[in-house]
């Protein structure tokens, strides 16, 4: 069973529009979250995080919002540019039952067209 | 700046070949991973590693092993590669106590 989902394999936006990539999740355990881009033939590389304690957290360009409650998270880039097509992974930890493993959501697509 | 790299970004292998990848990171982290993404089903963990000589099984283990000798370095073995390993290879490593990891450029692996 997934425990980080998100459910929208793909999102196009113009650019200079806001993208709003979103992720769920069923462990309420998970204390801290993380939203990774990556290019084709590339490795993810780290984008933005935020800790449980928080429910905004805000680097240059991009946004995650937390909703604990709703077991919610969304990334926000505004305003989005071309070289932000990339697909975007948001990934989970517990660090005190799993060990700090990361759990991985299966990736949105993004296109931003100019 | 944190640096992972990995051995090879793309390699043609046969089918009961024996393979190995290699991930070297240079920031003294504790803490190693092997992933793969494949399309579709994100990345999934196949092993990590807290600790020189010590590893654990990730959620993906089986056909694959893997070596740490040193705490720099992290290695992938395909005892004999099938067809249904060809996929994207990702390494990852970890201070200890921080939950950020940070990846390598990935081995694209065919297997043939």
């Known amino acids: 069973d997934q425990q980080v989902k998100q459910n929208s394999p793909s999102l196009s936006v113009q650019e200079g529009r806001i993208s709003i990539l979103n992720c769920d999740y069923t462990?309420?355990?998970?204390?801290?979250f993380l939203w990774y881009k990556k290019y084709p033939a590339e490795g993810p590389t780290f984008l933005i995080s935020i800790s449980s304690i928080k429910d905004k957290n805000e680097d240059g360009r991009f946004t995650v919002f937390l909703n604990k409650s709703a077991k919610h998270l969304s990334l926000h880039i505004v305003p989005s540019q071309p070289g932000d097509s990339a697909v975007y992974f948001c990934?989970?930890?517990?660090?005190?039952?799993?060990?700090?493993?990361?759990?991985f959501g299966k990736g949105t697509k993004l296109s931003v067209k100019p | 700046d944190v640096k992972v790299t990995q051995s090879s970004r793309y390699l043609v292998k046969r089918t009961g070949e024996k393979v190995f990848l290699e991930c070297v990171q240079d920031?003294?982290?504790?803490?190693m991973f092997w992933y793969r993404q494949d399309p579709g089903l994100g990345l999934r963990l196949i092993y990590f590693s807290y600790d020189v000589k010590m590893k654990e099984k990730g959620d993906i283990p089986e056909g694959y092993s893997v070596s740490r000798e040193k705490k720099e370095r992290f290695s992938l073995i395909l005892e004999s590669a099938s067809t249904n390993q060809t996929s994207m290879y990702l390494c990852?490593?970890?201070?200890?106590?921080?939950?950020?990891?940070?990846f390598g450029p990935g081995t694209r692996l065919l297997v043939l």
């Open positions: 462990n309420s355990m998970f204390d801290y």
């Open positions: 990934a989970a930890s517990d660090y005190g039952g799993s060990q700090g493993n990361l759990i």
């Open positions: 920031m003294d982290h504790e803490n």
């Open positions: 990852a490593s970890r201070a200890g106590g921080l939950e950020t990891q940070y």
